[in-house]
């Protein structure tokens, strides 16, 4: 039987019935309706954003060629006391030269267009090719919006035009300036060429180092004008406009030679360069030339430390809080008329400016520093470019001597440059040379009232400052490794908080193997035995703070760390050179041996935190900042949060201030009021740090070479700077003590159990404690007492401490000892002793030491 005719027969009969074709006419009529409800709604929508949009363009200003062009109004900067003016930011004098587009070389043109703004010379002001890539882009990565479509043209009104529509707290905001700025694009185009809005733009834009427009970039990088830029370094200064601080060459010269490689390919990719000319870019060792003076602002008066760090504090809080983009910001500072009312101190200030560069601080230190660089145009027109590296290698190469770039005096440096130009000299060739030196070792002043926050003094160097906005290495110029001050903030600080610990916790102090397999030393290469927090703070001991670490994990200590407003750890795995590091699980994280080092101005905020209770103020070199109609723009005041518990402040002062009357801070001692600090120093005494607090600020002083050459021929040049600036700025000050607060208990302990001493038993002191964990367990005893006196320890230093593992930046090791002289006595100790003398003990043994002492500590593992 034929099944499948029939089946079919069914199946024809079904699909014509009635009701099929009646259920079929509804769908179709459905389909249609919902089709033009779709179409209504187009309709409706394009209505209703042309609506919108004409009411917002109605509301447009009218802009002319001569509104896109730089223009601004002086910026007043005042001292703490309100009136005392202390700089001036002044338009016609804030590094900009304007130049003519045919001033600019075609490269420079075409490496900014291929980057920015690819469709420039086709496009009417808008994008619109742009618009939908940047849209399909943000749709396909799950809305996130992170390409541009901006032309030239809107970012040009963007800067000048709407340097108040700023902050945009809505998205009506955002999208009315939007619309705003695409329309007068629109307009500006039809009244200007392309040659001339992409002068004004080329004029205009940010770059980075209070360089805005071309030439100034040209001259503070390269030193050069702008029309003899070659072409891998107009594609370094394309590549920093979209972040002038990420991709700022002389700071992170990594990061602009990402951007500058990618706008030689763009150019390359567009047809603006052909691949011999980008393969010979690609091959220039650009940024061995990079100017690391600034030789373009006006030298005559430079700005001072602590205006350039106010300067860069104020931008980066006008993009965070307000939304400025940089130039915008840079712009409202250098230009748009700002009152800003610093925290300086004026007389604070010049105390620490006369004692930083007062030669009787660094008794035979001083040596020279050498900057170079040097182009050279040989008789065929070649060029050639030199700097500060071929110098070093030189003297390597020819003397074997590492320290290639300093020298005992001036003379010297300039005689070793000429002797090494000889070297490369050929008949006809003409020379652009920059030469500058330095005074060696260097140091860095931060000091700060700790109850607000405020910076009072800011020095960043040492020698006559020539320059604004050079190397600042008390603010953010150099991250230098912090050695023992590192033991506070990551182990002693969250142990006494969160874990339980006091003051009198009693740690073995002992060869100690650590994960690498090494054995820990301390910096005396002895070991104390049953030693109390108290101690092994007073004394610096490296075995203690790692043990302790060890215990309370080095997790726990980071996040202190960050508490304490420390930004430069690195908190997950990270590449450097084909190794990773990772701040978070470091062994050595209490040693201060970190990857990548820290800011002078950070350490003394994260003491200012324990100097203030346990609350942390976030530094500030500002109080307000009004704008040109007298409208308050900025409040100074930063994040405030409690970092430690009250008691647990109070009882690390106690620790500290025994640093400095009986340990290794002795020279830091003030005649009128109580100091409370920790020593930090790291290996080879490469770096040099003391910070510390009285109940009135908080200082932190570091010392050390640029080229991280270490300091043995003298470590007490950081405690005879910090001592001389804070008994000046404290000689009219009320003498005052460190209040204890009531949540903190006195009691009578065994100095080798850290429990209640059992009297005529135990060798007994009396401890301070947090009442929530004082100890309440009595010891067992000990027999008798009058053979187990306690040792006294008065004046006992450990020779400094030395112990912060090399890092990938700097290699640290060794350190000396206290500048106080040693000790002689018997078990009740006594002191004698001079600046190079030692410690000869009784039945603790001795050690010797002095300024000149200290041992290196080849154990001691290598950062991870």
């Known amino acids: 039987m034929n099944y499948g005719k029939k089946k079919a027969s069914q199946k024809q009969k079904k699909i014509t019935s009635k009701s099929t074709m009646q259920g079929k006419r509804i769908g179709i009529r459905l389909f249609k309706a ?30 002319s060629p001569e509104d896109v062009k730089p223009k601004g109004f002086t910026t007043f900067v005042y001292a703490d006391d309100g009136t005392t003016e202390i700089e001036r930011f002044v338009s016609s004098g804030s590094n900009r030269v304007y130049k003519s587009i045919d001033e600019i070389p075609k490269d420079l043109q075409h490496a900014f267009v291929a ?41 040009l009104i963007k800067n000048n035009v709407f340097p108040n529509f700023t902050q945009e707290k809505t998205l009506y905001d955002r999208v ?16 200007m060429d392309k040659d001339t809005i992409l002068e004004s733009y080329l004029n205009t834009i940010n770059l980075g180092q209070n360089c805005l427009g071309v030439q100034a970039a040209s001259m503070r990088y390269f030193g050069k ?34 951007r500058r490689d990618k706008v030689l390919k763009y150019m390359l990719d567009q047809g603006y360069i052909d691949q011999a000319s980008y393969d ?30 106010l300067a860069e504090q104020v931008i980066q809080d006008l993009c965070d809080q307000l939304g400025y983009t940089e130039t915008q910001a840079y712009n409202a500072v250098y230009s748009g008329g700002l009152s800003i009312y610093s925290t300086q101190n004026v007389t604070m ?93 260097q140091a860095s002043i931060t000091i700060m009232d700790q109850s607000t926050g405020q910076i009072k003094a800011m020095v960043g160097g040492r020698g006559e400052k020539t320059t604004s906005l050079g190397l600042n290495r008390a603010y953010k110029g150099a991250k230098r490794q912090p050695g023992s001050c590192f033991k506070i903030l990551a182990s002693y600080a969250p142990a006494l908080d969160s874990c339980g610990k006091t003051l009198a916790t009693v740690i073995e102090d002992e060869p100690y193997t650590l994960k690498n397999g090494s054995i820990l030393k301390n910096a005396n290469g002895q070991y104390r035995g049953p030693t109390t927090i108290r101690k092994a703070i007073q004394n610096s001991v490296n ?53 990548e080092g820290v800011y002078n101005y950070e ?9 203030n209770g346990g609350v942390y103020n976030e530094p500030t070199l500002y109080t307000k900042i009004l704008d040109h109609d007298g409208n308050v723009l900025l409040d100074g005041q930063g994040e405030s949060r409690t970092v430690l518990k009250e008691s647990t402040a109070a009882l690390l002062t106690s620790a500290m201030e025994d640093v400095v009357t009986s340990g290794t801070g002795t020279s830091c001692q003030l005649s009128n009021m109580p100091v409370a600090g920790k020593t930090g120093t790291t290996s080879s005494n490469v770096d040099l740090w003391f910070c510390g607090f009285t109940p009135y600020y908080t200082c932190a002083v570091w010392g050390g070479y640029d080229d991280n050459k270490p300091c043995d021929y003298d470590t007490s040049f950081r405690f005879r700077i910090w001592r001389s600036i804070m008994s000046r700025i404290h000689e009219n000050l009320e003498p005052k003590d460190f209040e204890m607060p009531s949540s903190v208990e006195q009691k009578t302990i065994c100095t080798l159990t850290g429990k209640l001493a059992v009297s005529g038993s135990c060798p007994a002191m009396t401890e301070y404690f947090a009442k929530d964990t004082a100890p309440t367990e009595s010891c067992p005893g000990h027999g008798n007492s009058d053979e187990e006196e306690e040792e006294e320890e008065t004046g006992e230093e450990e020779p400094e401490e030395g112990e912060t593992p090399s890092t990938p930046s700097e290699n640290t090791g060794g350190n000396t000892g206290g500048n106080t002289g040693g000790n002689t006595g018997d078990n009740n100790g006594g002191n004698t002793g001079g600046n190079t003398g030692g410690n000869t003990g009784g039945n603790t043994g001795g050690n010797t030491g002095g300024n000149n002492g200290g041992t290196n500590i080849p154990d001691v593992p290598s950062s991870p």
């Open 34 to 63: 919902l089709l033009l409800c779709i179409i209504i709604l187009a309709v409706a929508g394009v209505i209703g954003g042309g609506l919108f949009a004409k009411k917002i363009i109605a509301n447009c200003p009218e802009v």
């Open 115 to 155: 980057i920015e703004d690819e469709r420039f010379y086709e496009h009417n002001g808008i994008d619109l090719q742009g618009i939908a890539r940047a849209a399909v882009v943000g749709i396909t990565s799950g809305f996130h919006f992170t390409e541009g479509a901006s032309t030239l043209t809107q970012q």
């Open 543 to 595: 075995v203690c703070a790692v043990k302790l670490s060890d215990e309370i994990t080095q997790e726990l200590g980071f996040d202190y760390c960050k508490k304490f407003g420390i930004s430069t750890l690195l908190g997950e795995d990270t590449e450097i050179n084909g190794q990773y590091f990772n701040d978070k699980t470091s062994q050595t994280l209490a040693l201060g041996g970190i990857t």
């Open 176 to 191: 009315e300036r939007k619309i705003q700025e695409q329309y007068l694009a629109l307009q500006i185009e039809k009244q």
């Open 349 to 441: 200030q010049q105390i620490c400016d006369e004692e930083m560069n007062n030669d009787s601080n660094y008794p035979g230190l001083k040596e020279y520093g050498l900057d170079y660089a040097l182009t050279v145009t040989r008789a065929d027109g070649t060029i050639e470019n030199y700097g500060s590296n071929n110098i070093k290698n030189y003297v390597k190469e020819t003397y074997n001597k590492d320290q290639g770039l300093l020298y005992s005096s001036e003379d010297a440096a300039r005689a070793m440059v000429e002797e090494w130009k000889a070297t490369i000299a050929q008949d006809g060739d003409t020379y652009d040379e920059r030469f500058s030196v330095t005074p060696q070792p």
């Open 225 to 258: 004008d702008v029309s003899e830029l070659t072409l891998s370094e107009c594609a370094v200064i394309a590549g920093i406009t979209q972040n002038p601080t990420e991709y700022n060459p002389l700071t992170n010269p990594e990061d602009n030679q990402k």
């Open 280 to 309: 010979e870019a690609m091959a220039d060792d650009v940024y061995a030339r990079i100017q690391t003076v600034n030789n373009t602002v006006d030298n005559d008066n430079p700005y001072s430390y602590f205006v350039d760090a």
């Open 603 to 611: 350490m003394c905020a994260a003491y200012a935190t324990i100097a």
